[in-house]
């Protein structure tokens, strides 16, 4: 391969590489899953192969880091405009810690040791398993942890006063769709449902973007319109 070659391969490579990214905007950064990581690891390798390997034409590998990319792309926009295909595509937060207690089957379910558990709550600030309330694994594979209402950080207001817990919150509806299995663990219907959009003078589910409640009765709703 001669330095010529070499240099037009690089060119048509970074190019096409810079493109690619500015089309999949950002989401392997912003919001990174197990399979975004993979993914950009991938995208990498094709474009390395496809600018060191001489016996694979240009055109060749750059037709394959597109198509790659693009089916990149189609996931993401599955996943944003469909509820199940998230779910699917990027799976859902996994329990680690649930009123306190470790949860063993949580662990195992996402094959995180016990060490591991301990090394994400340091770096979160809780060196005492004792000040957890939840955690979670989330889907790009960070722990999050909720502490308990004693060693909650104070503002102000309660300074002087410990909060009740505001407990786990349990959201009933995403993207205009009312989810059912929620509704049932709640112990709700349609009807309640129908008369906390009245009382927040919302004429159309549809408006909805995201709703929740904790275990305090608290409704926090998030419409379209920002």
Same mark, same amino acid.
């Given at each position: 391969?001669?330095i010529?070659?070499?240099? $037009?391969r690089?060119?048509?490579?970074?190019?096409?590489?810079? @493109?690619?990214?500015?089309?999949?905007?950002?989401?392997?950064? @912003?919001?990174?899953?197990?399979?975004?990581?993979?993914?950009g690891?991938?995208?990498?390798?094709?474009?390395?192969?496809?600018?060191? &390997?001489?016996?694979i =034409?240009?055109?060749?590998?750059?037709?394959?880091?597109?198509?790659?990319?693009?089916?990149?792309f189609?996931?993401?926009?599955?996943?944003?405009?469909?509820?199940?295909?998230?779910?699917?595509?990027e799976?859902? =937060?996994?329990?680690l810690?649930?009123?306190?207690q470790?949860?063993?089957?949580?662990?195992?379910?996402?094959?995180?040791?016990?060490?591991?558990?301990?090394?994400?709550?340091?770096k979160?600030?809780?060196?005492?398993?004792?000040q957890?309330?939840?955690?979670?694994?989330?889907?790009?594979?960070?722990?999050?942890a909720?502490?308990? =209402?004693?060693?909650?950080?104070?503002?102000?207001?309660d300074?002087?006063?410990?909060?009740a817990?505001?407990g786990?919150?349990?959201?009933?509806?995403?993207?205009?769709k009312?989810?059912?299995?929620?509704?049932? &663990?709640?112990?709700?219907?349609?009807?309640?449902v129908?008369?906390?959009?009245?009382?927040?003078n $919302?004429?159309?589910?549809?408006?909805?973007?995201f709703?929740? $409640?904790?275990?305090?009765?608290?409704?926090?709703i998030?419409?379209?319109?920002d």
């Amino acid at each position: 391969m001669t330095i010529i070659e070499i240099v $037009i391969r690089t060119t048509v490579g970074f190019v096409t590489l810079y @493109a690619l990214c500015r089309f999949l905007d950002k989401k392997l950064i @912003a919001q990174m899953t197990f399979f975004d990581f993979v993914a950009g690891i991938t995208i990498g390798s094709i474009l390395a192969s496809s600018m060191l &390997m001489k016996n694979i =034409p240009i055109y060749i590998g750059m037709i394959g880091l597109i198509l790659f990319c693009f089916y990149t792309f189609l996931s993401s926009l599955i996943a944003l405009k469909s509820f199940t295909g998230r779910k699917i595509l990027e799976g859902e =937060p996994t329990y680690l810690i649930k009123n306190g207690q470790i949860l063993e089957e949580g662990l195992q379910k996402v094959r995180l040791t016990a060490d591991t558990l301990l090394a994400g709550l340091r770096k979160k600030g809780f060196f005492y398993v004792d000040q957890v309330e939840t955690a979670f694994l989330e889907t790009d594979g960070t722990i999050t942890a909720l502490a308990k =209402p004693p060693y909650l950080h104070s503002t102000q207001r309660d300074v002087h006063n410990i909060q009740a817990s505001r407990g786990f919150t349990q959201a009933f509806i995403i993207d205009g769709k009312v989810l059912s299995k929620s509704l049932n &663990m709640l112990g709700k219907d349609m009807t309640w449902v129908n008369q906390v959009l009245r009382e927040n003078n $919302i004429a159309n589910l549809q408006d909805v973007f995201f709703a929740q $409640i904790d275990q305090q009765g608290k409704i926090y709703i998030d419409t379209r319109e920002d």
